[in-house]
T-cell receptor, first 116, second 111 residues
Framework: DGGITQSPKYLFRKEGQNVTLSCEQN?????MYWYRQDPGQGLRLIYY???????QKGDIAEGYSVSREKKESFPLTVTSAQKNPTAFYLC???????????????FGAGSRLTVL | GENVEQHPSTLSVQEGDSAVIKCTYS??????FPWYKQELGKRPQLIID?????GEKKDQRIAVTLNKTAKHFSLHITETQPEDSAVYFC??????????FGTGTSLTVIP
């Protein structure tokens, strides 16, 4: 039950504050993803990265930012511009190319953000 | 991009009965269709997947079928057990690219 670690598990934020969610993996996976999970809306892609120092917007990137300075790390910043940030955030990773397990997402345990 | 629709959103079955969850996709170039299971309070985990060159795949009590012409795929769970209770997500995409998830089905197996 390891490999990809998210922290913190629970986070409370006041309106107008930026917060950063951590995601670290020791699986040597190339690609990393951030999803937002809301009841009845499934998993919606925020950002993803397939290589260090490169990342792409997903379907709901507005109000979020990411960085990929190391292969192991893909932190997500929820900015004050995100209008409805209260949600459950899931980080995931997977190998690419012909490597074993390519296309299988490994998820973290998630971070629940509540804006007060 | 891809648009994945999933039905039903909730499903209750008696223990021992079968459960079927259906998904449709819009991008005819999608060639990979995984299913993830998320038990309460846990992370999603892959339970089965299928590629577009295959019409059906089975793994014990679960099976997935794919109809490329109609652009729909389904998850079938036979002889359901209480531990099958969870939220199930379908997804579609192209191998090597990102996937697009459906909205999830909350399955309850009644003992």
């Amino acid at each position: 039950d390891g490999g990809i670690t998210q922290s913190p598990k629970y986070l409370f934020r006041k309106e107008g504050q930026n917060v950063t969610l951590s995601c670290e993996q020791n699986l040597n996976h190339d690609a990393m993803y951030w999803y937002r999970q809301d009841p009845g809306q499934g998993l919606r892609l925020i950002y993803y990265s397939q290589i260090v120092n490169d990342f792409q917007k997903g379907d709901i990137a507005e109000g979020y930012s990411v960085s990929r300075e190391k292969k192991e790390s893909f932190p997500l910043t929820v900015t004050s511009a995100q209008k409805n940030p209260t949600a459950f955030y899931l980080c995931a990773s997977r190998p690419l190319g012909g490597r074993s397990g390519a296309n299988v997402l490994t998820f973290g345990a998630g971070s629940r953000l509540t804006v007060l | 991009g891809e648009n994945v629709e999933q039905h039903p959103s909730t499903l209750s079955v008696q223990e021992g009965d079968s459960a079927v969850i259906k998904c449709t996709y819009s991008d005819s170039a999608s060639n990979y269709f995984p299913w993830y299971k998320q038990e309460l309070g846990k992370r999603p985990q892959l339970i089965i997947d299928i590629r577009s060159n295959v019409g059906e795949k089975k793994d014990q009590r679960i099976a997935v079928t794919l109809n490329k012409t109609a652009k729909h795929f389904s998850l079938h769970i036979t002889e359901t057990q209480p531990e099958d209770s969870a939220v199930y997500f379908c997804a579609a995409g192209r191998l090597g690219n990102q996937f697009y998830f459906g909205t999830g089905t909350s399955l309850t197996v009644i003992p």
